[in-house]
């Protein structure tokens, strides 16, 4: 992953073309999942994209660590919805708060299914590539102990 130091970030122009092709690309990525496309979700990735759930240390890399992360979670929780509260845009990527809904029905980060309804609060950062003009993956973050209650650990 291109690795930029915090002067690079904040020194990059914001351009309306800029604004537009990250926010297009963010809701390519949004729709892809709601409708389980995974070919979709990876064509809005950079080659060398890394996911990372910030509480567990879960880390995956490039494509095929992308999928791999899809086909966990989506397994796990079949029936997710993001509705997202809060999108920020910028030459960064994107950050989007969205309270996360579903059923738990396959193990995920250690946690066995339970079947159980859950609701919970999450924040995911979609940081831009600037050379691949698409996304360096994701970066999650939420409150491990209200997940590990809305999961009925």
Known sequence: MQQLNIQDWLGMENT???YTKIKRMWLKHSRAEDKRDLDGLISTLAPDCVYEVMPTGQRWEGHDGARAFYTAFLGAFPDV????TDVVIGPQGVVEVA?????HQGEWAGYQPTGRAFTWQLIIHFPWNPTHQKFAGENVYYDALAMQHALGS
């Open 99 to 103: 309270r996360v809904t579903g059923t």
């Open 16 to 18: 309306p073309q800029l």
């Open 81 to 84: 919805h993001f509705e997202a």
